[in-house]
């Protein structure tokens, strides 16, 4: 039986942040996706896998962005890559979760930055303070920059499921990454690609007693 629901931050409760990377990509003559190329290249270690394990200040991370942007082809200053992050939320997921408080345990698992420096993110980025009332829908919330582990680690989503007391079989997680997904069914979780947010709202009824609709 299902007792909680894991929820991404970016991409899912709020619109992905791959679409204002792109816009940006555009609008300065880069190579589509190139901005999620950086991110992906050297995973683990890079830029960006640092600052979200909160193991870089901002002005560590900005000047590593770009050397490393600049080492495949197109230099970009992590700060204006950090500025593109904020997404909209999507009012039919905070419906969801109206429905589920109280019902089951909810809990956002988001990889983010903590506040840092003359650039004011009101808390963090991927669940920043302009989206208070939504995070108090949540029963916990468990982020990479606080815990030093981030997703796709298999310890991020043990961890949570500590701090959430339940089993991985007791979970449902959505995520707008396959990437992400792949370690938590790995351990049990059933779990969710958020591409179409009503697509995925649909899946997740289906794993749950409680009806959605």
């Known amino acids: 039986m299902i007792k909680a629901v894991f929820w991404d931050f970016g991409g899912v409760i709020t619109s992905s942040p791959f ?26 270690f890079n830029a960006w896998a640092k600052l979200e394990r909160n193991e870089v200040n901002l002005e560590q991370f900005d000047k590593l962005f770009e050397i490393e942007s600049k ?3 197109h230099a970009v200053k992590g700060k204006d890559v950090i500025a593109l992050l904020r997404g909209q939320i999507r009012p039919e997921m905070i419906v969801t979760l109206k429905k ?8 956002c698992l988001t990889n983010n930055i903590q506040s840092m420096g003359e650039m ?34 298999p310890e991020f989503y ?6 959430g007391n ?13 990437i992400n997904l792949k370690p938590a069914k790995a351990l049990g979780m059933k779990t969710i690609k958020v591409v179409k947010p009503q697509e995925a709202l649909l899946e997740l009824n289906s794993y749950l007693e409680i009806d959605l609709n």
């Open 166 to 178: 339940v089993n991985p079989d007791e979970v449902v997680f959505l995520d707008d990454l396959g």
């Open 120 to 153: 004011d993110f009101e808390g963090n980025v991927s669940a920043s303070g302009k989206h208070e009332e939504v995070m108090e829908l949540f029963d916990f919330v468990f982020e990479s920059s606080k815990e030093n582990v981030r997703k796709p680690d």
């Open 100 to 107: 589920i408080k109280g019902n089951l345990i909810q809990a």
């Open 19 to 44: 679409e204002s990377f792109n816009r940006f990509e555009k609008e300065n003559d880069l190579p589509k996706d190139f901005l999620r190329s950086v991110n992906s290249t050297n995973p683990d």
């Open 71 to 73: 080492n495949l082809g």
């Open 158 to 163: 043990v961890r949570a499921c500590e701090r």
